[in-house]
């Protein structure tokens, strides 16, 4: 697609149950990042993906939280048992990565505002 | 190990008045720096990058930052505001070896009154 899609928009879930949240990040972007950003505060790192596999998720709060990518486009934040300050806007982001290595800059998504009652 | 601290979480400027937001980095390998701009209830938008080319960098809306190694630094400048640059600005930092991943400073909020 022609940016970083995320679905859905807002959500608004009982204290208990669990979510998932989807990322469509822009074709061939090889990096893909999730934030949370919560009210007053900036953006909180979640977890980050290379391909499929993600060597960082040191961001991920608790074990409620966990992510997944499969081939290498579309990833999946799940959270389980959600709770009240799991209240949040959930940012996806995508971007090349150089030849070197190095990073280019990162796409959003216009994010995930999760509403836990 | 890489941070970014953001100094003023809230800057008030009349409009025509310089904007200066400020951004400080710490990061052990040479690093790629953003200024990113949140809209009311939008996403990101890139505003300018420094990837090791140009120390001064010039980005969208007449926004500049410059790169100031010695200082550890890479504040965001306009010379003058409009109304519409009111929106909360997010410095990141990522590095420029083979990992990517992008921190963000806790974002500074502009305000532009007549």
Redesign the interface.
Known sequence: GAG?SQSPSNKVTEKGKDVELRCDPISGHT?L?W?RQSLG???E?LI?F?GNSA??KSGLPSDRFSAERTGGSVSTLTIQRTQQEDSAVY?C?S?L?GLK???????????TRLTVV | AQSVTQLGSHVSVSEGALVLLRCNYSSSVPP?L?W?VQYPN?????LL?Y?SAATLVKGINGFEAEFKKSETSFHLTKPSAHMSDAAEY?CAV??????????????TRLAVHP
């Open positions: 970083v990096a990042y934030y505060q900036g953006l790192f980050y290379q060597p960082d940012l982001a971007s990565v290595g190095q990073g280019t800059e990162a796409f959003f998504g216009q994010g | 790629y953003f990113y939008q996403g990101l938008q890139l990058k990837t997010f990522s590095g420029a070896g083979g990992y990517n991943k992008l921190i963000f400073g806790a974002g």
